[in-house]
């Protein structure tokens, strides 16, 4: 039977944690290694929810995109999930910047592929690999990309600043990738798409002329989560390994 270090591995394969950028805090997060696996469950995000549902259908580890732990805990309550997931004997892996830049299972090649784009590759001047850029098969109008990006990646609203006559070539980056812009404008992107941009990323876009759009952090990241339900379930025949239900985002938009 599959451990927690075997399913580690097969991640570790196709996304390599040592890839992780230096802020991050990507691995095994919570469990032992040792601990035998016959079925897992795969999110975004590790709440309260997806631990339930981990619990009740028998998974002995999680799966997710973002760590569970990110920053130094100094107090460990029981509502915080840590404390759920060790009460319950639940282990958690956590792939994040390493997941976002994985060449074939990555977050950003997911997203690329899910908006239909094809000759994805890398952008050269991207220091960090995360941003993919692709060409949609036509040249599209701003309109046409705005809904093809609603439809696609089944979110609420999308925001939008500059204006671009047509769109072929686009630029990606899913999460916060704000600050990228200026390297999608260098790559010669007539779009940049990513999930979250602060007030002054917004501006220099457009003081740089770059069309940029934000579609919402979850909604530009969930697209990897039935990939990543696909390459461990082939990875590890011997694994159930399944999507949490709980893939709303975690807030409501009126």
């Known amino acids: 039977m599959s451990t927690i270090q075997d399913v580690y591995n097969a991640i570790d394969r196709a996304a390599p944690f040592a890839s992780a950028m230096d802020f991050d805090n990507a691995g095994l997060l919570v469990g032992n290694p040792e601990q035998s696996v016959s079925r897992l469950l795969v999110a975004l995000d590790i709440t309260s929810d997806v631990i339930r549902e981990a619990a009740d259908c028998g998974a002995q580890l999680i799966v997710s995109h973002h760590p569970v732990i990110f920053h ?23 792939a994040h910047t390493n997941l976002d830049k994985a060449p074939k299972i990555g977050v950003n090649v997911a997203l690329a592929q899910a908006l239909g784009l094809e000759e994805i590759e ?18 599209m109008t701003q309109p046409e990309v705005v809904e093809r990006v ?20 686009v630029a990606v980056c899913g999460g916060a990738g704000g600050d990228l812009a200026s390297i999608a404008k260098s790559a010669g992107a007539d779009l940049f798409l990513t999930g979250e941009a602060k007030q002054n990323e917004w501006i220099e876009a457009a003081d740089i002329g770059q069309p940029m759009l934000v579609c919402g952090h979850h909604a530009s990241e969930a697209v990897v989560l039935p990939v990543l339900v696909d390459y461990l379930s082939r990875a590890l025949p011997d694994v159930d390994c399944r999507l949490t239900t709980h893939l709303e985002e975690p807030f409501q938009t009126f």
Not at 72 to 94: D, E, F, Y
């Open 72 to 94: 130094g805990l100094k107090a460990l309550p029981a509502v915080h999930p840590v404390w759920q997931l060790a009460s319950s004997g639940i282990g958690a892996v956590c």
């Open 122 to 139: 890398t952008i050269p001047n991207d220091p960090d690999s995360l941003m993919r850029m692709g060409k949609f098969p036509v040249p």
């Open 150 to 169: 609603r439809s696609r990646l089944s979110c609420g609203c999308v925001q939008l600043c500059g204006k671009a006559e047509t769109i072929q070539t």
